[in-house]
């Protein structure tokens, strides 16, 4: 009987071995390039520098299905035609962070244009009118259990975690001058509204942007988001003190 010397398998080990890491780096290449694609406009413009756009995840107003991006601050910032970079925040305060340590020279997020923040940033003329509603579950053909902020004393109400809501609701309890509890949750408001919907324990009150509540109200029926809990806020994007000439070069093409 031959014995096959073991110098003669080799090759085809060798084949093998190079196969699995082509496999392994096309792999690597495909995602890099969906990455690329997701985060980068590719736009050319003669415009001025690359703007790094920290945007935050939200129904209607910024959200990706499949390979597709889409909502109302994703479309407006395309018709700018200024070259941006894309870099998706699940908060407020992950992108005013950002801001503050130059990593990001545009924030688009729910933070509405109030006096407390216009002494820390400034603002871009709005770019649509929005509020802060109450959001709860309704049986079908029922009415909700609040039909006014006043009866949310003793209740506790969910944000997402560092939201600007939470502040409004602060505010809010100081008004009827009854305790409203906070519960902020390490999610986001779509994912607050999926846990509400859904009769996740302790999650009976949420607040979020109407525009959000309006969203997933189409695919969750049974939230109710009737109950205003703050008048119509101006909904600008936010820039760096110093940064008024891109501001101003963004409220031009904005207008």
Not at 34 to 47: K, L, W
Not at 150 to 172: F, H, K, W, Y
Not at 215 to 236: G, K, M, R
Request: glycine share 6%.
């Amino acid at each position: 009987m031959t014995m096959k010397n073991s110098n003669e398998r080799k090759p085809q080990s060798r084949l093998l071995l190079y196969a699995l890491l082509l496999a392994l780096s096309l792999g690597l290449m495909f995602s890099l390039k969906r990455c690329q694609h997701f985060d980068v406009n590719s736009q050319d413009s003669a415009t001025g520098d690359t703007i790094r756009v920290a945007i935050q995840y939200a129904p209607g107003s910024f959200y990706m299905e499949g390979d597709t991006l889409g909502g109302i601050d994703f479309e407006r910032l395309n018709l700018l035609d200024l070259p941006y970079r894309l870099y998706p925040i699940t908060n407020p305060a992950e992108g005013l962070n950002g801001l503050n340590d130059g990593r990001y020279d545009l924030v688009i997020a729910d933070l509405p244009m109030i006096a407390d923040s216009t002494s820390e940033y400034i603002f871009t003329t709005p770019v649509y009118v929005d509020r802060q509603v109450l959001v709860q579950r309704v049986d079908s053909g029922k009415e909700p259990q609040i039909t006014s902020v006043v009866q949310l004393g003793g209740d506790t109400v969910c944000v997402a975690e560092n939201s600007p809501m939470a502040a409004r609701i602060e505010n809010l309890s100081k008004e009827i001058g009854a305790p409203i509890f906070i519960s902020e949750r390490p999610v986001t408001s779509e994912k607050l509204l999926i846990e509400l919907a859904r009769g996740l324990e302790n999650v009976n009150y949420a607040v979020v942007n109407e525009s959000v509540a309006r969203e997933l109200a189409v695919d969750y029926p049974n939230l109710n988001y009737s109950v205003p809990v703050s008048l119509n806020q101006f909904q600008p994007w936010i820039l760096r003190k110093s940064d008024t000439a891109l501001r101003d070069t963004l409220n031009a093409r904005l207008r």
